[in-house]
């Protein structure tokens, strides 16, 4: 492409979407071409919705589609049961008002037309569909099936939702199933209730059903009915489908079923419902998605073809100006930033009205319809008002985070609804550090971080947990101050540890994620500089790792610090990031990433040989919601940390290697493993640099995936040829990149609901590879100073919840390793997590020199 030269853009996909974006684009001054696989521009079919906010958006541009020609405003909304009884009437057309334009209903053939009209010359390429595509530094090429290729600067993917260009992107998907089928038609029709400008919606038991006044003495209507009760409704005729239907709906109102009668069966069209799993990241380099090849979303709200307009005016905006020598990847970028919450916001309403209004439990009917009956009319107006504002493109400020939680993040959750799964992290400060000063600091805190500014809410099966912000409420503060004198005031830390922290999960219903504890002793002098404060941070696993824990203890630290001198403290928030699995590189992502999981559980069993590894065997049975965390802490002098890491570098090892080696030989002993048994221990791989982009250590998230290795266990076997074993390992399967692999498995074990997850923990408690697992973030750099006070001791340890027996994490920070083990109390009794502590301690240091 020549520098100067108008940018051109490919766009993919001429449905609503691709013809919104060429229409936009070429409005802000770009080249447009636009490429159709199908061979002809569709012009019969259903009907569709452009709310208010679609209007206004297209005005920003000054395009005015002449919608009010066209179809039909939205005057007023009725809801109603089978029988055609009112539930409620919506204050729709206020909302618009409010919003600023009208809302209209018309055939998609009507927009079509209006959208073609005001493109013009705009090239359309039909029967070309797309094999493929090419980025260079200089631009873009997409490739046809028919051989054809196409050349430009930027490549839009407004597909629909199987989307090739999603496909490219990110790899194969499974579409989310919304569990009914949608029939719908347009039908010349005429009824007394159904006004001028009418919406009425009927709902049933598994069933509802839509009529809409679309203008021109017109009718559009749609039915949705369960795939469970559906029967043969998608069988091969359409006398079929018509009989069927009319046999579905018999006893509803009487404009339901005249509707039906009248509406020929040739015109009915059959349609699943069906979005995907939220996608955070919707292109790289000069490619991006628009519409429901980025966000497919259920009809619920009615908002697919205004999300896709919204999109295309947003983008138009981010890509003006750019000519062909520029690089358009940060435009595209931003476009995607500036779109991601809202679109994620309407994904997730739409499938949570689907799956409310769709009921077909009686309780859960019940709930339905006395919800719209009962809610203010305030709380309707001001909801729909917030879906037909377009919302203002130019704030980029950073926003919550809203969305459906990934399915890892899933799994960690629904494993702390289990019983809890907390991570923590622990400092000592000496000095004088009022109380006041940690609120401060914790605020603060709060304010920069995204993830500790929500909680995480559910449709009450637990099958769509989501992120959404907790505005207002503070991360809890808890204050212990030991009588003066205490014996054990030097390990009360250690007690409110197991009594509290380790016991109670962090309420994620209500947020924030993250708690925290001051336990202060010592120092009876009026300055309080001889006081001494131990500080615990205590997180959510899904939004947390040992790492960030420390990181978000010292940035803890550092606030009170900058505080207690009096100076302002000016925050900035840092971004929203996607999810964890949406920053992995691309082929460790979706069905991608599942595929590299297999491979790598396949060459696992291959290496394993005849029996599985010998693994923490319980002392009792402990079902899952009675299990506690205990902790026992150890550590090394720093006299015996250096000797190990000069020993370690010695015999070709690493400090890991070694630990790991001495609580493998400790669980094997306490076992009776035989002489030539294997022992499999996990090893958490920190991947933020391996991500795309990287994440820095500061930021909030859980970031490590536990890899096991099967290592061999001989009672008279050097402690250091067991540790080089473990940890030429996990070189080897670092190299192999099998930590990335691991995050696919919730995906591929398919967990979308509690019930699948239980049976998912159960077989991994049982059966799993690992119940045994030391999680050591090695030097953690900790300043020994801030601000006028010492700091001394920083350490992470962990909960376990159902996810182990045994887990042990290091700590090597201000001259000592913590060496903190984790046990499921009552699984592994207190007696007997004081061996295999003791005894892998004694491990280590009988391996010293001297």
Not at 550 to 576: H, M, N, Y
Not at 792 to 799: K, V
Request: hydrophobic share 40%.
């Amino acid at each position: 492409m020549t520098t100067g030269q108008r940018t051109k853009v490919l766009v993919i996909g001429a449905g609503v979407g691709g013809l919104a974006c060429a229409l936009t684009l070429r409005r802000v001054g770009l080249d447009v071409e636009v490429y159709e696989r199908a061979t002809e521009l569709r012009t019969t079919g259903s009907a569709l919705s452009v709310m208010s906010n679609a209007v206004t958006a297209l005005a920003t541009l000054g395009i005015d589609l002449a919608l009010d020609k066209r179809g039909q405003a939205v005057e007023s909304f009725r809801i109603m049961d089978r029988r055609g009884r009112r539930i409620r009437d919506l204050p729709f057309k206020e909302a618009c008002d409010t919003a600023g334009a009208p809302s209209f209903c018309l055939g998609r053939a009507e927009l079509q037309e209006a959208l073609l009209a005001e493109l013009g010359d705009c090239p359309i390429h039909l029967g070309a569909t797309a094999a493929g595509f090419g980025t260079t530094g200089a631009g873009v090429t997409v490739r046809f099936t028919d051989g054809r290729s196409a050349d430009g600067d930027v490549l839009i993917g407004a597909d629909g939702i199987n989307s090739a260009v999603r496909r490219h992107l990110v790899g194969p998907e499974t579409a989310r199933d919304g569990g009914y089928l949608v029939r719908l038609g347009i039908v010349p029709f005429r009824h007394p209730l159904l006004t001028t400008g009418g919406v009425r919606h009927y709902w049933g038991s598994g069933q509802r059903f839509g009529l809409i006044d679309i203008g021109h003495g017109r009718c559009y209507w749609w039915a949705t009915t369960s795939t469970r009760t559906a029967g043969s409704a998608d069988g091969p005729t359409a006398d079929r489908v018509k009989d069927t239907l009319a046999d579905a709906f018999a006893d509803w109102a009487d404009e339901v079923r005249e509707t039906i009668r009248v509406t020929p069966p040739q015109s009915i069209l059959t349609v699943p419902s069906q979005d995907r799993a939220f996608l955070e990241r919707w292109g790289d380099g000069r490619v991006t998605l628009l519409g429901d090849a980025a966000h497919p979303m259920l009809t619920a709200l009615a908002q697919g073809a205004a999300m896709a307009i919204e999109d295309a005016v947003v983008l138009a905006g981010t890509l003006a100006g750019t000519t062909a020598g520029d690089d358009p990847a940060p435009a595209l970028r931003a476009y995607e930033d500036r779109r991601r919450d809202r679109a994620r916001a309407m994904v997730a309403e739409s499938r949570a009205v689907s799956d409310l209004e769709q009921a077909t439990h009686p309780a859960r009917r019940l709930l339905r319809d006395g919800y719209f009956r009962l809610v203010p009319r305030q709380v309707l107006t001001r909801r729909l008002t917030q879906a037909l504002t377009y919302p203002d493109p130019t704030v980029t400020g950073p926003g919550g985070v809203r969305r459906e939680l990934s399915p890892l993040e899933r799994l960690y959750w629904i494993a702390d609804r289990t019983s809890p799964l907390n991570v923590l992290a622990r400092a000592r400060v000496h000095g004088h550090l009022p109380p006041e000063l940690h609120r401060r600091a914790l605020d603060a805190l709060q304010l920069r971080h995204p993830l500790l500014r929500v909680a995480i809410t559910d449709d009450g099966t637990g099958s769509h947990p989501a992120f959404t912000p907790c505005d207002g409420q503070q991360i809890p503060l808890r204050h212990v101050e030991v009588p003066p004198g205490d014996p054990e005031a030097d390990t009360r830390w250690e007690r409110e540890v197991n009594d509290r922290e380790l016991a109670e999960s962090v309420d994620s219903s209500t947020g924030p994620l993250l708690r925290a504890v001051v336990i202060t002793s010592g120092g009876t002098d009026g300055d309080g500089q001889g006081r001494v404060h131990d500080l615990l941070l205590t997180a959510s696993h899904t939004i947390a790792d040992g790492k960030t824990c420390l990181s978000l203890l010292r940035e803890w630290i550092d606030l009170a610090a900058r505080a207690a001198t009096g100076t302002p403290l000016r925050i900035t928030p840092l971004p929203v990031r996607p999810a964890t699995e949406d920053l992995l590189p691309r082929r460790h992502r979706g069905t991608a990433g599942v595929s590299g999981l297999k491979a790598m559980m396949v060459r696992d069993q291959a290496d394993a040989g005849p029996g599985p590894a010998q693994r923490v065997v319980p002392s009792r049975h402990v079902p899952f919601e009675q299990r506690r965390t205990r902790m026992l802490h150890r550590s090394l002098t720093a006299d015996r940390l250096d000797m190990l890491v000069e020993a370690a570098t010695r015999h070709g090892t690493t400090v890991h290697g070694v630990l790991a080696a001495a609580m493998v030989t400790a669980v094997a002993r306490d076992a009776g493993t035989p002489a030539g048994g294997h022992v499999s221990i996990g090893s958490p791989v920190d991947f933020r640099r391996d991500l795309d982009p990287a994440v820095a250590l500061d930021e909030a998230g859980t970031y490590v995936a536990t890899v096991p290795t099967r290592v061999r266990y001989e009672p008279d076997r050097p402690l250091w040829s067991t540790a080089r074993e473990i940890s030429q390992d996990l070189v080897r399967r670092r190299a192999r990149e099998d930590h990335l692999a691991m995050l696919s498995l919730p995906r591929w074990a398919g967990l979308d609901s509690p019930q699948e997850c239980a049976s998912f923990m159960r077989f991994m408690d049982e059966q799993g590879p690992i119940n045994l697992c030391l999680s050591n973030v090695g030097r953690y750099e900790f300043p020994d100073r801030v601000g006028s006070w010492q700091v001394s001791e920083a350490q992470f340890l962990t909960g376990i919840s159902i996810m182990g027996a045994v887990v042990a994490t290091a700590t090597t920070c201000h001259g000592r390793l913590a060496w903190n083990f984790s046990h499921v109390e009552h699984l592994v009794p207190h007696a007997r997590a004081q061996r295999i502590a003791d005894e892998s301690v004694r491990s280590v240091l009988s391996a010293l020199p001297g």
